[in-house]
């Protein structure tokens, strides 16, 4: 919905679908964050910085994602072209390194 907003298309689906789907995302989506985050992160850190990591992973996240954009009926078929899925992917995986990092330091304390 964010790139729709910002850089406009054609809407199809109604905005409630979003809540309805949310349930999915997090559970669908939270197995799948314990591969990126909790796995190949702390890997990548190891050998380079939290940025570049952060970043490298957001480009393996979207080419992860790569066969949605061409499967009729995903939000990335009919909203999103590679390049702004890419660029959504990249600025996410940013937010979700510093949910992550954070919930490091706070497990810490």
């Known amino acids: 919905m964010g790139p729709y907003i910002l850089i406009g298309g054609n809407k199809i689906a109604p905005f409630s679908l979003l809540f309805l789907q949310f349930p999915l995302f997090i559970v669908i989506g939270g197995f799948e964050e314990i591969g990126w985050r909790g796995l190949l992160l702390p890997e990548l850190e190891k050998k380079i910085s939290p940025f570049l990591s952060t ?6 996240w979207s080419v992860w994602h790569l066969p949605l954009l061409f499967i009729q009926g995903t939000y990335q078929y009919q909203f999103l072209n590679f390049f702004t899925f890419t660029i959504s992917t990249i600025a ?6 510093i949910v992550y990092l ?3 330091v706070f497990s810490c304390v």
């Open 102 to 104: 954070k919930r490091e």
């Open 92 to 97: 996410f995986s940013f937010i979700l390194a």
């Open 55 to 60: 970043h490298i992973l957001g480009i393996i």
